[in-house]
């Protein structure tokens, strides 16, 4: 977990097996608390440059 400034006030690391996964425990936590959550995938730098070195060969 992460105290941050600007537009969000926590950020919290996690990592999930599968996007239907992350949004269960989105939807459930937010239904517990009543808190939002917004979630956002990510890779791996190196797996971004391969994606992008994909993406200019197209």
Do not use: C, R
């Not at 239907?20 to 239904?31: R, V």
């Not at 890779?43 to 070195?53: M, N, R």
Request: aromatic share 10%; charged share 20%; hydrophobic share 40%.
């Amino acid at each position: 977990m992460y105290a941050v400034m600007g537009e969000h006030y926590l950020v919290f690391t996690l990592d999930f097996p599968d996007t239907e996964k992350t949004m269960s425990a989105s939807i459930g936590l937010n239904i517990l608390t009543g808190i939002s959550f917004s979630t956002s995938p990510v890779v791996d730098v190196e797996t971004y440059d391969q994606l992008i070195s994909k993406i200019e060969k197209i």
